[in-house]
């Protein structure tokens, strides 16, 4: 981050995409797809000078719609796909203990998943092979979304606005690439280069009306925004994983001890039929490492383990805007968890385009369309500097 933008020879430059977006949008046989993450949507307008009333997530699709986008939707319902998938995966391993290794990590945050491949490869078996929300959105685009508007799926092109820098190496993967054989994700762009997309277009996003996402990947519940804070995938991962084995949904605030605070923390939740669960989050890689090394000496003993790369999770991402001496995560974070608390529907199951994503066309978590689309082989690829 912060070294790379204030080089000082301006040797070390930061990567920009945005041409190749450009370009994108200005081919007439193109159909252009932007997401957006839930982290940045607390961050965008902080180089507007804009406070989160105005710098809203509506003026943030108005001003996609304006750059020329022709679908402007959300990482939030891929968030809940996710939740699906992993959540599901998550109670398989669970009650066939003796098959898998333990414990199982989330394998959302591709900074954390190279460290794990490169630091601690006999590990890489205990990554859900759930796919990063980034990547389930562009395999459902080119996929569901493509066959519903009747468009060749190789004319689709999907970018992602990222708080995150690493996302852009994770879309590039040769194993992302499920739906039709092009990359699920064609280009990443972080948060500040969709804020100088703005401002090359002269887009003022203050004079701007909001606007909603578009229909029906733009659906997300308050499950799915916290994504982007520590603790969030966990939280969201346990309401609905608790609702599979009971059929009935948990208090939605019943897992809050994964929120927030130290940036290790630990629980144990029962869920009835299932038993005692026994979940850590961490964020920050000294502390990964740290959890890591007591995992190995068998001095911790999990189920579930959320990890984040960086600092209090996505909301603090290197590809966010950067204030000298200032940091932002844990603010950016509350701003996410008060949307989950003012959210309609906070259990990702009960997403009501992704109930009927499942019913008209993946029909059951885990199942061949899922297992080909929305998960994947973590030991299919290399790291070049793994032990
Ligand atoms: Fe990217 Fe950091 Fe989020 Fe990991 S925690 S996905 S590295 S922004």
Known sequence: GQCVTHCPTGALTVRDDTNKVLRALADPDVTTVVQVAPAVRVAWAESFGLDPKTGSVGRMVAALKRVGFDYVFDTNFAADLTIMEEGSEFLERFTHRGKYRWPMFTSCCPGWVR????QYPEYTDCLSTAKSPQQMFGAVAKSYFAAQKGLDPHKVFVVSIMPCSAKKAESELPTMNDACG???VDVVLT?????????????VPADLGEEKFDSPLGSGTGAAVIFGATGGVMDAALRSAYFLVTG??????????VRGGKPWREATFTIPGAGEVRVAVVSGLANVRALMDAVDAGSV????VEVMACPGGCAGGGGQPIHCNEELAASRGALLWKMDAKSKIRYSHENPDIQALYRTYLKAPLGEKSHHLLHTDHAAWKTPNAK
Do not use: G, H, Q, V
């Open 248 to 257: 009935t949904n948990p208090d939605a605030d019943a897992f809050s001890a």
């Open 182 to 184: 092009d990359p699920d």
């Open 115 to 118: 460290f794990l491949k490169s």
């Open 301 to 304: 003993d999990y189920d579930f």
């Open 191 to 203: 948060t500040r280069e969709m804020d100088r997309l703005f401002r090359s277009d002269c887009i």
